[in-house]
């Protein structure tokens, strides 16, 4: 497998490639991991940049302090996307309200860039009387009706299918300004679903981009042994799709490909499949312990590589983030992080009663006899 980070250098950085060209075995990316620019960055909207780096520092101060809870008893599960801030983000950023996303277990933060509130992301994790989904899912599975991020089901790569089927029921509708985002990691691609909606998706020319963080770990099997393919990218050109390759820790990089594929699945011109280079600097989960199987002085030198440590840097270069910004942001979010959990902790459990709500229009005779029974035994 092809895990160079080493961009092809522009002989310019006045002009941005094309991502589409750099192509599937290439590696597209727009800021070096020193901060410096390896290419023109085009021109962003207003205000992006910095909205990027303050959601990438804000989703890495909230998984700590998630991942603390779990340590401490009081939520049963989490997974941080820790060294990965920057493909979630630079991706989830190039959506617009009207799409769609379905996920996989590491974009939590774009439920939150979505305006997902943070009471309910913290809430679905402590599966109490605040969660909206009644404690449904597993921790980290978020679903959040309003900004239209679809929960994924915990068996690996069902979200792919999913997508594909939404973005072709989008398709039927006629619903031109909507798009798919879906998401996938590099272990996701050896899953049935891969194939079936990654066909599917080609096959329609559904209004769809699929972005597949590599972040070289599926728990303990390593991407080299995932695949034969050369990289997570060329696969897409067996599907008739084109397939970009981008440094997943250069959230610009991430951004600006992503944009470009959306625009073309907003056009009407079919799916686009990128592989975001990048690597997972925690454990799996809160259930996984990575120094059983893997060389941390790996993950050593990928800290050198963090994607927030990188764009900060490129920031303050253009003199749009200072110091005392960064102190600022971080001690507000401490205080929205720890009032947010406190709320959230105090709510009761769910109420069984609610096991017979929100699933069923119509509640089924045999249900409804089910709750008849149980409200029974509750009174008696
Ligand atoms: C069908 C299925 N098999 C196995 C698992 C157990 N499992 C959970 S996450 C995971 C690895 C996923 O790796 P990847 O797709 O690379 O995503 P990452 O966790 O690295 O973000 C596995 C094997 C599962 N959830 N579903
Ligand atoms: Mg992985």
Not at 77 to 88: H, L, P, R
Not at 89 to 113: M, N, T
Not at 148 to 165: D, E, F, M, N
């Amino acid at each position: 497998m092809g895990n160079s980070v080493a961009a092809k250098k522009t002989t310019s950085t006045a002009e941005t490639p094309d991502p589409y060209e750099v192509g599937p075995l290439g590696l597209f990316q727009l800021v070096d991991e020193t901060g410096t620019e390896t290419a023109a960055v085009p021109e962003l909207p207003e205000g992006l940049a910095v909205r990027l780096l303050e959601a990438m520092l804000f989703q890495r101060a909230l998984d700590q302090r998630m991942l603390n809870l779990q340590r401490q008893g009081r939520i049963g599960f989490y997974g941080t996307a820790k060294g990965q801030e920057g493909a979630v983000l630079g991706s989830g950023a190039a959506f617009e309200e009207q799409d769609w996303c379905y996920p996989a277990l590491r974009e939590g933060a774009i439920a939150l860039w979505r305006g997902m509130k943070l009471d309910h992301y913290i809430a679905q994790c402590f599966g109490n009387a605040a969660d909206p989904t009644h404690g449904r899912q597993m921790p980290c599975h978020y679903s959040d009706a309003p900004s239209r991020y679809v929960s994924l089901s915990s068996p690996i790569g069902t979200q792919i299918s999913h997508a594909a089927g939404a973005a072709r029921a989008i398709q039927i509708k006629g619903d031109k300004d909507k798009i798919v985002g879906g998401w996938m990691g590099d272990g996701a691609t050896s899953s049935n679903d891969f194939h079936a909606g990654m066909n599917f998706a080609a096959v329609w020319k559904a209004p769809i981009v699929y972005i597949c963080q590599n972040n070289q770990w599926a728990i303990s099997v390593p991407a080299a042994a995932q695949t034969a393919s050369e990289t997570f990218a060329i696969k897409a050109e067996a599907y008739g799709m084109p397939g970009m390759r981008v440094d997943g820790n250069d959230v610009l990089a991430c951004y600006v490909a992503t944009k470009l594929a959306a625009d073309r699945a907003r056009r009407g011109e079919g799916p686009t499949f990128i592989e975001m280079l990048t690597f997972r600097l925690g454990g799996h989960s809160s259930s996984d312990d990575p120094t059983k199987y893997r060389d941390e002085s790996i993950a050593k030198q990928w800290e050198q590589r963090d994607p927030l440590d990188r764009h900060r840097t490129w920031l303050v270069g253009k003199g749009m983030w200072t110091d005392k910004m960064q102190d600022d942001f971080l001690a507000e979010a401490g205080t929205a992080i720890s009032e947010a959990i406190t709320r959230v902790e105090a709510a009761p459990p769910v109420e069984t009663e609610t096991l017979f709500s929100d699933v069923w229009a119509d509640v089924p005779a045999m249900l409804r006899d089910q709750q008849d029974r149980y409200t029974n035994e509750e009174t008696v």
